[in-house]
C-alpha cells in the first residue's frame, strides 16, 4: 500500500500514520522529497480496511497495490482454468462452446423444439429461465422447478447440458438434479450470502458481470465461491449501463481480453443481454468470439416474437443457426473451432 | 403506448403491428403522415411487454406512456405519504428527522455511547448494521441478531427508533422484534423476492437506490412493496456509479425533488454512502435538505478512525453534532424543522 | 411528434397545446383513453424545439419521432457509403482499410520508418498528429504544419495516403496540401463551426465519437458537414467513458453496426484510444472487424516505448505486422478482405 | 510517482525501471516486500508522461502522486480567490452572486425587460447567448455581435454586469467591449488554443465543466488559463451525463465542496443546463447554496414558453423572483448573503 502525505503534513502527522501502519502488521519505507512524503507499505494490506487511513489528518492519497482477490488472478493458476462437464465439454480450451435457448421456459413443445435446433447447429447446453427476476410486478415470473424439469428432459434427450439462473440459496437444492451449470444473475453479482453457498457446491458456477459492476468487482465476487474450494467459474460479460441509449446496454468486449489477462477464469460473452436487441447479437456474438471468448449464450426460441419475456432480443431459429456459422468461421480465423 | 413506423413501412406492416396491438387489448388510432404513420394505443399497457414490438418487420421506435408503476406514482396519493411511528415520529411531515449510527454494531459500549449523542443532538433513529455485505469476502462480515438486540437495547434506553439492513427473507422474523425501520440495501433494490415478501410486513421500509438504479427503476422496485399492501416506504437516494473518481460515488441530489414529482412516498438522503467523504457529508446533507429532504441518515462512530467497516465516511460525534446546528438552520431557511 | 397529456389534464390545457402544434405547422392527431389522451403531430417536427412543449401545463411526455438528422441517415443512401481516394483506395466497400502511425510527429526519421513499415504490412494511410490537443499546459504540443510535410512526404515516398486531426478553422488551410482525410477529434465532436467549415472542403473526413457522445449526437454533428455537400464522412468509434477504470474508455464495439443500421455512412475503429492499452488493441481490432467495421486506425511507433505521446498505447511495430496477420484473416471469416 | 512492480518481476525489470526514472530526473526509492517491489518516485513528476511506464515489462501500476495541476491547487493560494469587478461585485467573498436572463439574446425588448426584473430581484449579472452551439444544423445559431450590444446596453442601463459565451479565438476582440464574463461552455472545456488565449485577457473567466470532464480534468483546463496569468476564474458545474434519464444531466452538486477542497477558485452553480427542467430549478439552486455556491446561474425569459432555445429550462420572471427570496434565506442559513 502507498499513503502519500499532503506538501504540508507535519512531522508529527506522518508519525502518526507510520504508526496506524506498522499496526496493522505493514512495513513501512519512507521517501521523503523536497515536497511531500511517500509512504510504501508491505505486509499484510489485503485485508485492511483503508479508508481508515484515507482520512487521517496529512493524508493525501491512499492507495493498495496487491490486488485485493487471490485466487481469482491469472498468478494462481497461469496456465488457465478449464472446466470440465461429465459428457466431456470443456469450457477454456481450444472449442468455443455456444449455450442457448429461450429466455424463459414455457412448454414442452417450445423447450424440445428448441433442444433439437440448438443440438443440430452445433449447441453444447441448453438454457433457459425458470425463475424471472422482472423488473415489474405485474410481468410473467417463471414457470419454477417444472419448468427446469422440462428442460432438462429436453436437454438430456438431445445430448444437451443444462444452465439455469439461481436467485436464491433456497432454490439451490431443488434446481441440482436438473442444472448442470448454476447461473447467477447480473443483480446477484454481490449477493454474498449467495455465492458464498455456491462455493460449497460441486457444480460450476456462471457468475454474471452485474450492469454497473467493475471488472474487478466480478473478480472479487468470483473469488467468493472460490474461497469456497469451488473453483469452476465461467465469468461473463453481458453489458454495462452507460449513458447511451442506442442499446439497452453497452457491451463491453474489452472486458474479455481483460478479464484473461487479470485471471485464470474463463469467459463467456451474452451478447443478447449485452445489447439488448436481435439484430445486434450477431454482430456482436462474432466480436466477442474475434476478442477471444471462450464460450457464447444467446437467447433463441422457436417463436421468437411471440416469447414470454425478451422478445426483442430472442433469435429466430434460423438467425441462431447462421449465427453457429459466421461464428464457427471467426473461431476458426482466430485459432479455434466450435 | 406509441409505435412510430419506418418512413417506407409497407401497409402489410402497418397491419400486422395493428392487429398485435388489438390482439393485446388495445384502442389503436392510426395517423398517417407525409412519410410516417404512427400509431397510438390506448389500453391495457402497463402489463405488455413492448419489446415485442419493437423489432416487428417496419417498426422504427416503440414507447410506454403511462409509467409502469401505479401505486407509487404521485397521482394514487396527491397529497403525499407521511409515514407514522408508534412514539409519534412522523416521516414526510414538516419535520426532517434524522437517523444516524455507526456502519457496523461493534458492542455495547459503542452503540450505547453513539445512542446517547444521538438523541442529544435531536436525532430519532439509531442506524446500525448488522449483517454487512462486503465486496471483499476477507473483510468483517457483522455480529448478526446479538448485535441488533443490542442496538435496539441502547436505542430504547435513549428514546430512539432502529434500523437496520435486512439482506434476505430468513432474516426478516428474527429481526422484527428489534427493528422499526428495515432497510433494503443499494445490491437488494431489484431482489424482487425480497421486496415482495416486506409488502406483507407491517413495518415500514426505507429502500435504497441501486448503484446503478433509474429513478423509473426505484419507483418500480417500491411497487413490489406497495403491491403487498405496505405502503410504508421511504425513498433513498444514496448516490450512483459514475466515470467521476474523485468521490466514490456521484449523489444524486436532483432525485429528491424528482421523486417528490413522480412519487407521493417520502424521501430520505443518505449522504456518508453518497460521497464516501467524511468532509462531504456535511455540505452534502445541507444540500439535501435545502432541495426538499423528508430524512437523513448517516454514519456517526465514537471513534470514527477505528471503525470496522466505511471508516472513512463516518463522522466523529463532534462532527455529527456540528451538521445537526447548520441542517437545522438550512431546514427553518425552507419552512421545516428537525 | 407525440404529446402525452397527464392523466388528469382539463380540456382546456389539452386544447392550448394542440394549438401551438398547429402553430408551428403540424397537423394533430388526437386519441382519448380511458385516463389520457395522446396528440400525434405529423410535419415538420425536425426544426421544432419541442422543449418547448414539455412543460406547457398538462404535459406529461414529449417525443420527437422523425430522426433529426436527414442527410445521414440510412434512407438517405440505402445503398450505403463509399469513400474514394484518389489512388484507388475505397473506404466502405469489401476492403478492410488500415490506417497506422504515430500519435505524434516527430521527426524524419521516426516518420519514415513507421511509412514503410506500415505499406509493406498492408496499411493504405499514414496517420500521425501535427497538433495536440493535451489536457496538461505542460505536455508536449506537436511539431505544427512541419510536422505535416515530413509526414505527407514520408506517405508519398511509401504510396500511402495520409491523415492528420484539424483542430481550428484556421489550421485547414495549411494543412490542406498535406492532408488526404481530416480528422475531427472526440474533444471537437460538437465544435460546429469546424464541422460547418469542413462541409464546405471537398476531402473526405474523419469524425470520432465524443467521449461522452451518443450514437445519435454522432451523427447530428456528421450531418453538419453533409449539409455543406461533403458527403465523403467517415464515422469513428474510439472509446466512451464509463464508471470503468480498468480501461481507459469502454470501447463501444456495438456502435459499429448499430451505426451501419442506422446511417449509410462507413465507419472506422480506433482500438488504441479506445482501450489506451497497447495489449488490448489486437484483440479489439479483431472484435471490430468481426462486428464490421470498414476500416482500422491505430497507434504504431518505431521506439513505443519512448513516444513524445500516447506510449502506453502504441504498438511496437512487431505487433502491428501480427496484428496485420491475424486481422486479415478474421477480415476474411467475415467475407471481406484486407 | 510510484511505480509497483509484479509479484515475479525479475531484478533486470526493475533495474530498467529505475534507470528509466532516473533518466527523467526522479529520485528513486525501492522497497522490496517479501512478494513485490516498490518504487517511489520524487522529482519532477508533473511534467512526465507515465503510460510510458505502465506497459514496461513487469510494472503491474504506476500513479502519478502531485497533482497535476499547480496555479489552481488550494495550496496556492489557501485563503481563497476573490474576483472583483470594477462596479465593486465580489465573487468567492461572503455574498452569493447570482445571474440571469436568458438563453438566447433575441431583441431588444426581451433583453431590457429581463434585465430590469433580475435588478430588480437582486441579480447582478446579465446573461445572455449571442452564438449558440446547437447540436441540430437545423435550429437558430443567435444573433452574433449586435444581440451582443443590446445585451450591454440592457446591462448598464439596469446597473448590471454582462456574462456571455466565447466559442471561438476569433470571437474574443469583438465581444470584448460588451463582456464582463466570459463565459467557456462545457463543449469547449477541452479547448486548450481557446483558454490559452483567455490566459491572455484581463477579465475574468467563467469556464463550465465538460458533460464528461472529471473534476480533475476541469482543474486542469482552469490551470491553462492561470499559467497565462489571468488569475479570475470562475469554476461552473452544469451538470454530468450519467445512465440516469429522468433529468437532463445529473447535477453533481458534490463537485462542489470537492472543488472548494481542492481549488481555490470560486464556483458557480448552473441549475438551469444541471437538470434541464424548470421545475427542478429552484430546489437545485438551494441545494447548490446549500452545498457552498458562491454564485448561480440561471436562465429566465419574459416569456419562457417562446424562447428561441433552452425552453423547457427556462424560469418565468415570477418564478425567479420567488427563487430569490428562497436563495437568500437558504444562504442566510449558511452564513452568506446574496
Given at each position: ?13 506522518i ?21 511531500q ?23 493525501m ?15 494462481f ?8 462437464f ?9 472449442e ?23 443440438k ?13 427476476p422482472r ?34 440459496i ?22 454474498f ?34 474461497a ?33 489477462k ?42 421468437a ?23 464457427a ?10
Open positions: 500500500m502507498i499513503v502519500a502525505m499532503q506538501e504540508f503534513a507535519t512531522e508529527e502527522q508519525d502518526t500514520v507510520i504508526e496506524k501502519m506498522v499496526e496493522h502488521g505493514v512495513n513501512v519505507h519512507r521517501t521523503t522529497g523536497a515536497s512524503s511517500i509512504l510504501a507499505g508491505v505486509g499484510p494490506t489485503q485485508t485492511i480496511d483503508l479508508t481508515v487511513f484515507e482520512q487521517m489528518p496529512g493524508v492519497y491512499v492507495h493498495r497495490i496487491s490486488s485485493p482477490y487471490k485466487l481469482a488472478g491469472r498468478g493458476r497461469p496456465q488457465g482454468t478449464i472446466i470440465r461429465e459428457n466431456g465439454v470443456e469450457i477454456g480450451g481450444r468455443v462452446v455456444v449455450m442457448a435457448g429461450p429466455c424463459s421456459i414455457e412448454n414442452e413443445a417450445q423447450i424440445h423444439e428448441t433442444a433439437r435446433r440448438v443440430a447447429a452445433g449447441g453444447k447446453f441448453l438454457r433457459g429461465g425458470a425463475f424471472k423488473s415489474s410486478p405485474y410481468a410473467f415470473q417463471g414457470l419454477g422447478i417444472p419448468g427446469l424439469k422440462l428442460m432438462h428432459e429436453a436437454a438430456r434427450a438431445n445430448g444437451l447440458l443444462t444452465v439455469s439462473e439461481v436467485m436464491e433456497s432454490q439451490i437444492d431443488s434446481m441440482l438434479p436438473y442444472t448442470d451449470l448454476f447461473q447467477v444473475g447480473a443483480r446477484n453479482m454481490q449477493n450470502n449467495l455465492l458464498r453457498e455456491l462455493g460449497h457446491l460441486r457444480k460450476p458456477i456462471l457468475l454474471k458481470r452485474g450492469i454497473a459492476g467493475t471488472i474487478e468487482e466480478l473478480l472479487l465476487s468470483s473469488e467468493y465461491i472460490l469456497g474450494g469451488n473453483y469452476d467459474v465461467l465469468l461473463c460479460e453481458r453489458g454495462i449501463r452507460t449513458y447511451e441509449t442506442a442499446t439497452r446496454n453497452t457491451m463491453d468486449i474489452s472486458a474479455i481480453p481483460m478479464l484473461h487479470l485471471s485464470h477464469l474463463p469467459v463467456i460473452a451474452d451478447p443478447s443481454h449485452g445489447t439488448g436487441k436481435r439484430d445486434m447479437v450477431i454482430p456482436m456474438a462474432l466480436a466477442s468470439v474475434a476478442a477471444g471468448a471462450d464460450a457464447l449464450i444467446v437467447e433463441v426460441h422457436p417463436n416474437d411471440k416469447a414470454a419475456s425478451d422478445a426483442a432480443q430472442t433469435l429466430y431459429l434460423e438467425q441462431f443457426e447462421e449465427m453457429m456459422r459466421v461464428v468461421a471467426v473461431a476458426k480465423s482466430v485459432g479455434r473451432s466450435i
